[in-house]
């Protein structure tokens, strides 16, 4: 009675250890979280840029010659560079364009004209964009006094959206700086990355899930960015040919929508009614408005192609992560969907191949029956 009593309590005393030490770590835990959580994006945002950038860095380092850390800042001023430098362009083209609009409508001489009779018969539309088309070109100042509500609305909108691009790029600036940080001790990373793989899910699927995020990371970066990258040069070179207004600002907006996963048709189709209303249906116009409205649709062909290359998963698991990663969490979610969802499904399916373990059971040899005594004689 008294054993069992002292073991209870001992019992009861390990019990209330572990509860103490597990809510230690917990606080621990959630305390870390709280003051790693507003650099979250960043640190994200930077691991994603070294894993994409590392390999140019590998291949700059056989052929010049120098150090990690050379190689590291040189790509990144680089970078900086090419980031900066026709981001400062387009804003200054953005403000002298919308000083220049500001001074045509004080000034009172901004003529616009008259739609042409076709564009009534236009499908759906075209009885109220004649009739908005035709009050602009006889009173605008009544027009703008009629919608000032709603551009007030949009203006605030649009200035909002200018701001949190900006703040946007700087994130992405310090984000690059903070990567080629990461890729000087790329060696080093890699090893640490393929250590605390090993701990989580075994040392013999650690390097492999490693590799699997690490191709992941890249195939979205080639896939998203690539995709779009090519779209905007379609699209771009026929909106110089055919002489767009602001086309290289509509070029970069369709390089915009495209790594934020939206369609790029948002401007081509407007372009097309712009070409069709200014310069009526021709042979080409025609041909301009194929050719660009089939660009626009063309990264529904190359995302299957490109964005799960490399990658030992599916290109259906790479899509729908990278499309539910965008839904849920923005660009970031973009990258981090399908990571997590490859790496899920690698996970999944290394379960399922592995053997179940296998129960031996031993039954005991049959003995033979022991005869009972027998009786003592009695004389």
Same mark, same amino acid.
């Given at each position: 009675?008294?054993?069992?009593?002292?073991?209870?309590?001992?019992?009861?005393?390990?019990?209330?250890?572990?509860? /103490?030490?597990?809510?230690?770590?917990?606080?621990?835990?959630? #305390? %870390?979280?709280?003051?790693?959580?507003?650099?979250?994006?960043?640190? @994200?945002?930077?691991?994603?840029?070294?894993?994409?950038?590392?390999?140019?860095?590998?291949?700059?380092?056989?052929?010049?010659?120098?150090?990690?850390?050379?190689?590291?800042?040189?790509?990144?001023?680089?970078?900086?560079?090419?980031?900066?430098?026709?981001?400062?362009?387009?804003?200054?083209?953005?403000?002298?364009?919308?000083?220049?609009?500001?001074?045509?409508?004080?000034?009172?001489?901004?003529?616009?004209?008259?739609?042409?009779?076709? @564009?009534?018969?236009?499908?759906?539309?075209?009885?109220?964009?004649?009739? #908005?088309?035709?009050?602009?070109?006889?009173?605008?100042?009544?027009?703008?006094?009629?919608?000032?509500?709603?551009?007030?609305?949009?203006?605030?909108?649009?200035?909002?959206?200018?701001?949190?691009?900006?703040?946007?790029?700087?994130?992405?600036?310090?984000?690059?700086?903070?990567?080629?940080?990461?890729?000087?001790?790329?060696?080093?990373?890699?090893?640490?990355?393929? $250590?605390?793989?090993?701990? /989580?899910?075994?040392?013999?699927?650690?390097? $492999?899930?490693?590799?699997? %995020?690490?191709?992941? /990371?890249?195939?979205?970066?080639?896939?998203?960015?690539?995709?779009?990258?090519?779209?905007?040069?379609?699209?771009?070179?026929?909106? =110089?040919?055919?002489?767009?207004?602001?086309?290289?600002?509509?070029?970069?907006?369709?390089?915009?929508?495209?790594?934020?996963?939206?369609?790029?048709?948002?401007?081509?189709?407007?372009? =097309?009614?712009?070409?069709?209303?200014?310069?009526?249906?021709?042979?080409?116009?025609?041909? #301009?408005?194929?050719?660009?409205?089939?660009?626009?649709?063309?990264?529904?062909?190359?995302?299957?192609?490109?964005?799960?290359?490399?990658?030992? @998963?599916?290109?259906?698991?790479?899509?729908?992560?990278?499309?539910?990663?965008?839904?849920?969490?923005?660009? =970031?979610?973009?990258?981090?969907?399908?990571?997590?969802?490859?790496?899920?499904?690698?996970?999944?399916?290394?379960?399922?191949?592995?053997?179940?373990?296998? @129960?031996?059971?031993?039954?005991?040899?049959?003995?033979?029956?022991?005869?009972?005594?027998?009786?003592?004689?009695?004389?």
């Amino acid at each position: 009675m008294l054993q069992t009593s002292i073991s209870e309590r001992a019992l009861s005393r390990g019990l209330l250890d572990v509860l /103490i030490r597990a809510g230690l770590i917990a606080t621990l835990v959630i #305390f %870390c979280f709280e003051i790693f959580h507003p650099f979250f994006d960043l640190v @994200v945002w930077a691991l994603i840029l070294a894993v994409t950038i590392y390999p140019l860095q590998v291949r700059l380092r056989g052929r010049l010659g120098l150090s990690e850390g050379h190689i590291a800042t040189l790509i990144v001023l680089l970078s900086i560079a090419i980031i900066l430098v026709p981001a400062y362009l387009l804003g200054v083209a953005v403000f002298e364009s919308v000083e220049r609009a500001i001074d045509v409508v004080k000034d009172g001489s901004l003529s616009i004209p008259q739609p042409a009779e076709s @564009v009534a018969s236009w499908p759906l539309v075209g009885q109220q964009l004649y009739a #908005f088309w035709q009050q602009a070109a006889t009173d605008l100042s009544g027009l703008l006094m009629k919608v000032a509500p709603q551009l007030k609305g949009f203006s605030v909108g649009l200035l909002a959206k200018l701001a949190g691009l900006g703040t946007g790029l700087l994130v992405f600036v310090f984000a690059l700086i903070i990567a080629g940080i990461i890729m000087a001790y790329g060696e080093m990373g890699s090893r640490s990355a393929e $250590r605390i793989a090993s701990r /989580i899910v075994g040392p013999d699927r650690g390097l $492999r899930i490693v590799e699997l %995020c690490t191709a992941t /990371i890249r195939a979205v970066a080639q896939g998203v960015v690539g995709i779009a990258f090519i779209q905007m040069m379609l699209i771009g070179v026929a909106f =110089i040919v055919k002489d767009i207004p602001g086309a290289g600002l509509l070029a970069l907006a369709v390089l915009l929508l495209g790594i934020m996963q939206l369609p790029a048709t948002l401007i081509t189709v407007p372009v =097309i009614v712009y070409v069709f209303a200014t310069e009526g249906t021709t042979f080409a116009t025609i041909v #301009f408005s194929i050719y660009v409205f089939v660009a626009g649709l063309a990264d529904n062909v190359l995302k299957p192609l490109l964005l799960g290359r490399g990658v030992d @998963v599916p290109m259906p698991v790479v899509l729908i992560g990278a499309l539910g990663g965008m839904v849920t969490g923005g660009i =970031i979610g973009l990258f981090i969907g399908p990571v997590m969802l490859a790496v899920g499904y690698r996970l999944f399916w290394l379960w399922v191949d592995e053997p179940a373990a296998t @129960v031996e059971v031993v039954t005991p040899e049959p003995t033979e029956a022991l005869s009972p005594a027998a009786p003592p004689r009695v004389s």
